[in-house]
């Protein structure tokens, strides 16, 4: 037991970054000759992202494996999916009932269970027990198909709901698309993004903002040019966060509340001239964005997927 | 015209040709099949040591390994031990990475936090669609299995997978291969799944 769990922490070790040079090459070599240890080290990594996922790591682990793991666009992609399959498959069951292994892995046949409880020290006597559980088998037997059925319906329902969805998701794509566009062709909509009365409101805004302006409390001039108020009918609002100098090929940006809780993440960004220099857009909609103070943080993506700090962006958010 | 000197002529660059490529192969295993297998198997190990060393580029150095390996077969190097002579090859390879400022990997102390970014709402969906119908057309005894292994919290987790293993009577260790197998399919078919919904999106 014990040399599993070193074996296992040596992997984490591995896996981590964390083994020295003199451990490590001999280590390599190892699963390099013996494949039993590769693929041992591969599931291995499946529980690390799992454990990520699940946020069971110690601090430490985490530190470790957001600094020395998360390097590249494909680990964070599999970081997603063991969130996804979490979130799906591994639902805690409603009771605790003892596990059972699929029918078809199952060495035991279900009329070998069947046999074995005959020959059970239940003190009745064994055939109306016998006529009771075929019954029950029976009846389970249809309950079982019924549920098949159901779960097939409900797979070929789900199956035509994917094309529908992303009819939705186009058309709404193609909607924002032509939004921003359209904000992008106006004149910067000046300080105050609140219509005049009498001025019709539009459902999209832009707010075009500068890396450095703080937050409006701390800075007198650039206090109401980084408010935005959110009126009825306000659908989009499209962030242009000015740059600089483009020095990226892409961008990502992260818009987070002032308790950097993230509220949407856009990677690939293009920076785009808007006349004025160059500056990256972000469209989201009004409903992620209640009133409160908010931060932009955008990073410049590098050709190793990794991230570098391009500047922060403030704004601030209340209700009409 | 004054002659100019423009240095000695580059060292020339070896190629992959197919005769050598076909050395490779014959040296790996007589049976063409087999010998595929053998060479895909190797090429994963490669990967996946650089991407575990924190290499950039991951495939790209794995190919490379392997051109410097098939080059040696074809110059008739004598290979004992097919995968210890590519582990150092590969090793040797990476202290030449870390020299090139291109290849560079960064330490460990020097890069960013990241956090795994959360995705948005509608890309959540898509890809939780996608991983339910990749789940359904697995064979059932994939679906199950993988929908057993992962079921419950911490402790009864553990439990779970003890009692499963011991159902299928086979080792704990065995069981998680199994599954990481299955884990790599549906991994697979999700991205497929979300590269071809993206591409929709973008034709429209």
New interface residues.
């Given amino acids: 037991m014990d040399q599993l769990v070193n074996r296992e922490d040596l992997i984490k070790r591995?896996?981590l970054?964390e083994m020295p040079d003199d451990e490590r090459?001999p280590f390599?070599?190892q699963?390099?000759?013996q494949?039993d240890l590769?693929?041992?080290?591969?599931?291995a990594e499946?529980?690390l992202i799992?454990d990520?996922?699940r946020d069971?790591l110690s601090p430490h682990e985490r530190?470790?494996f957001?600094?020395?793991f998360?390097?590249?666009p494909k680990r964070?992609?599999?970081?997603?999916?063991a969130?996804?399959?979490?979130?799906?498959?591994?639902?805690?069951?409603e009771s605790?009932a003892?596990?059972?292994?699929?029918?078809?892995?199952?060495?035991d046949s279900w009329w070998q269970s069947f046999l074995s409880l005959l020959r059970g020290d239940r003190k009745i006597t064994a055939l109306p027990l016998a006529a009771a559980l075929a019954l029950v088998v029976l009846g389970g037997a249809g309950l079982g198909l019924q549920a098949w059925r159901l779960r097939q319906q409900l797979?070929e329902i789900?199956?035509q709901?994917?094309p529908e969805?992303?009819e939705r998701?186009?058309s709404e794509?193609?909607k924002l698309e032509q939004e921003v566009a359209r904000l992008r062709t106006q004149s910067a909509s000046g300080p105050n993004m609140v219509p005049q009365p009498g001025q019709s409101r539009s459902d999209s805004v832009l707010l075009a903002l500068t890396t450095g302006m703080v937050r409006s409390s701390e800075d007198a001039g650039s206090g109401e040019r980084n408010k935005l108020t959110i009126y009825p009918g306000l659908n989009l609002i499209a962030l242009q966060l000015k740059l600089a100098a483009d020095d990226y090929q892409s961008y990502?940006a992260?818009v987070q509340t002032d308790e950097e809780a993230?509220v949407?993440?856009?990677?690939l960004l293009k920076a785009e001239d808007t006349g004025g220099g160059k500056a990256v857009v972000v469209g989201l909609s009004a409903r992620r964005l209640p009133a409160g103070d908010y931060i932009v943080k955008l990073s410049g993506i590098k050709?190793?997927?990794?991230?570098a700090?391009v500047g922060k962006y403030y704004f601030k958010v209340r209700d009409q | 015209m004054e002659p100019v000197d423009i240095g000695p002529p580059p060292k020339k660059r070896w190629e992959l040709t197919p005769e050598a490529f076909n050395k490779l192969l014959s040296f790996l295993d007589p049976d063409r099949e087999r010998a595929g297998m053998v060479y895909e198997k190797l090429r994963l190990k490669l990967m996946k040591f650089f991407e575990w060393r924190g290499s950039a580029f991951p495939e790209d150095h794995a190919d490379e390994v392997l051109n410097r390996v098939t080059k040696k077969v074809d110059e008739g190097e004598v290979v004992r031990d097919f995968y210890s002579y590519s582990h150092r090859i590969a090793s040797l390879f990476f202290l030449e990475t870390t020299k090139d400022p291109a290849g560079r990997s960064v330490p460990v102390e020097d890069l960013p936090s990241i956090p795994a970014a959360p995705n948005s709402t509608d890309d959540a969906e898509l890809r939780l669609e996608c991983f339910e119908n990749c789940l359904r057309a697995l064979p059932a005894e994939s679906c199950e299995l993988i929908t057993q292994y992962y079921q419950g919290e911490r402790r009864a987790r553990i439990d779970h997978r003890k009692a499963l293993a011991e159902r299928l009577e086979i080792p704990l260790n065995a069981l998680r291969i199994r599954t990481h197998r299955i884990r790599m399919k549906l991994e697979a078919c999700v991205e497929d799944c979300l590269r071809k919904s993206q591409l929709e999106v973008k034709q429209t």
């Fill in positions: 591995y896996l970054g090459v390599e070599a699963y390099f000759s494949d590769f693929e041992e080290l591969l599931a499946d529980d799992d990520y996922a069971e530190g470790r957001e600094r020395y998360l390097t590249s964070h992609q599999r970081v997603e999916f969130k996804t399959m979490i979130g799906s498959v591994c639902r805690p069951q605790e003892p596990v059972r292994p699929p029918p078809s892995l199952a060495h797979g789900q199956a709901r994917l969805r992303l998701e186009r794509r193609a990502q992260r993230d949407l993440i856009q990677h050709p190793d997927g990794s991230l700090d």
